[in-house]
């Protein structure tokens, strides 16, 4: 047990993300989630500071791949503690160089709790992030992060019915050195045992601006130019986003979750337009078994036993023992038998005795 908690910790530490999957939450206490998948980013257009989209220069072209580790523990009580890390490898090109990166960029610690259970189920969420590829204004690298600290607080809910399921949040993003966010989605789909074919509209506003708005935006986008081939996925002044996506959900067991999506951008400011997807599997474990009692017939005596353990003397009320007759010999039986006809003889042969009696005095008298 000492082993489990250590794992549990580590891995709450150390992994939170999955972009735009389905987002429905599973509230069995005691159960443990453990997922893993990448999702992939391709662009090659923006959109600028009106909504227009507009295609970067020449065959300039912006890829990211993030493979992710996530973990989700389910306490009793309808709270749960998630968390997950993200290993990133970003390609940019533009007309003059080819660039690479591929680095550990993402460590997130998230709990969330049910509050409310009714019509709609009602789940505060905060999250933590914690960029570890930080960006340079001097750096020759792709950017595979946005490179700051984020905390966001999401307040979301959701409704689970046998045949469909729908969802929706929003909630606040706090960005160090950068606009803090609206984010929202929402989202519904059809179920069938544990598989899931839905639809999901999310997106985020820049609702607090970049501290470097109208002073260092000119030197921000050449830094983007250079080293992204001009994609404004990361680095932006107060961007913001709306997406489109199709999730699958395929489950061929209560624990085996193979999750998938696609998504588009609709529309945007300050931020790239582009094709998303992503490919990952749910493993779900019951953290404590629970071991089944083994049936067997019990008799009466044995279940008037399973009754009367309270910890009471049960020997108060049981009745005193009856002593047992000494048993009759089977001499004594015949002595008795033999007396009772040597006393009819007995009286017999007085009988006939005093008949004898009677009948010498009747003659003496003649």
């Known amino acids: 047990m000492k082993k489990f908690y250590i794992y549990l910790i580590f891995i709450l530490c150390v992994t939170y993300k999955a972009n735009s999957f389905n987002k429905l ?21 923006n959109f600028n500071s009106d909504g227009n989209k507009v295609n970067l220069i020449g065959s300039n072209k912006y890829t990211l791949f993030t493979s992710f580790v996530t973990s989700r523990y389910v306490f009793p009580g309808s709270w749960s503690m998630s968390a997950s890390a993200n290993v990133s490898n970003a390609e940019s090109k533009n007309s ?8 550990f960029s993402q460590l997130s610690l998230a709990a969330d709790y049910m509050v409310y259970r009714g019509f709609m189920d009602f789940i505060p969420e905060l999250a933590f992030s914690y960029s570890l590829d930080p960006i340079e204004k001097n750096q020759d690298t792709v950017m595979t992060d946005e490179g700051v600290m984020e905390l966001m607080a999401m307040l979301k809910a959701q409704n689970s019915y046998s045949w469909f399921s729908y969802y929706l949040g929003c909630g606040f993003n706090y960005r160090n050195e950068r606009s803090s966010l609206f984010p929202w989605n929402v989202g519904g789909g059809v179920r069938w045992g544990q598989s899931f074919v839905g639809i999901e509209v999310s997106g985020f506003q820049s609702v607090m601006d970049d501290p470097d708005k109208g002073t260092l935006e000119s030197a921000r986008y050449s830094l983007v130019q250079k080293v992204n081939g001009g994609s404004y996925r990361f680095y932006s002044v107060n961007p913001s986003e709306t997406k489109a ?3 699958i959900d395929l489950g061929f067991s209560r624990g085996i979750v193979l999750k998938s999506f696609v998504a588009t951008s609709l529309v945007g400011q300050n931020f790239s337009s582009g094709l998303y997807a992503g490919l990952g599997i749910t493993l779900l474990f019951d953290a404590f078994s629970r071991k089944q009692p083994e049936y067997h017939e019990t008799t009466q005596e044995e279940k008037y036993k399973i009754q009367t353990e309270d910890g009471v003397d049960q020997h108060l009320f049981q009745k005193e023992p009856e002593i047992p007759k000494a048993p009759v010999r089977s001499d004594q039986k015949q002595k008795e038998v033999v007396s009772d ?19 010498k005095k009747k003659k003496k008298k003649r």
Do not use: C, H
């Open 25 to 45: 939450k599973n509230y069995e206490p005691r159960t443990f989630e453990i997922g893993a998948g990448t999702t992939y980013l391709d662009t090659s257009a």
């Open 96 to 103: 003059d160089f080819v660039r690479t990166n591929s680095t």
């Open 245 to 247: 996506s199709l999730n």
């Open 341 to 359: 006809a040597d006393l009819q003889s007995q009286l017999d042969e007085a009988e006939m005795s005093i008949k004898l009696k009677s009948n």
